[in-house]
Nanobody, 125 residues
Framework: QVQVIESGGGLVQAGGSLSLSCAASSGESFVLASMGWFRQGPGKERQFVAAINWKDGNTLYSTAVKGRFTISRDGAKNTLYLQMTNLKPADTDVYYC?????????????????WGQGAQVTVSS
C-alpha cells in the first residue's frame, strides 16, 4: 500500500500562480514508474493534466496546460510538484495526484495504482 498525500492549491485570480505538491510513501519498499496530475470537476470525468516518468524524467502535458504548467519531481523524496502559472477560470477543479508502479500509459487514469485525496484549485475571473 502506498500513501499519497497532496498539499497546496487554493484560490487565485486569473493570471496568477499556484503550486501543488504530492508525497508518496509506504511501509514497504516500492519503485515508482511515473507520477501524474489529473483534475476533475463536478459531474465530469477525471482529466489528464501532466505526468512524469520517474526514471528518466520525461514529461507529458495536456494541450490545455502545456506552456503554463510545469511538472517536476524530487526522486530522493518521492515527491511530485506542479507549478501552475497564468491560471485561467477554466483551470478551476479538484486536482489529484496519482502514482503508477508499472508500465502503462502516462495519460490514462486507469493505469494508475494509488491516488491522493485531491486539492481544490479555484481561479476567479
Amino acid at each position: 500500500q502506498v500513501q499519497v498525500i497532496e498539499s497546496g492549491g487554493g484560490l487565485v485570480q486569473a493570471g496568477g500562480s499556484l503550486s501543488l505538491s504530492c508525497a508518496a510513501s509506504s511501509g514497504e519498499s516500492f519503485v515508482l514508474a511515473s507520477m501524474g496530475w489529473f483534475r476533475q470537476g463536478p459531474g465530469k470525468e477525471r482529466q489528464f493534466v501532466a505526468a512524469i516518468n520517474w526514471k528518466d524524467g520525461n514529461t507529458l502535458y495536456s494541450t490545455a496546460v502545456k506552456g503554463r504548467f510545469t511538472i517536476s519531481r524530487d526522486g530522493a523524496k518521492n515527491t511530485l510538484y506542479l507549478q501552475m502559472t497564468n491560471l485561467k477560470p477554466a483551470d478551476t477543479d479538484v486536482y489529484y495526484c496519482a502514482v503508477r508502479l508499472w508500465a502503462g500509459t502516462m495519460s490514462d487514469p486507469n493505469d494508475y495504482n494509488y491516488w491522493g485525496q485531491g486539492a481544490q484549485v479555484t481561479v476567479s475571473s
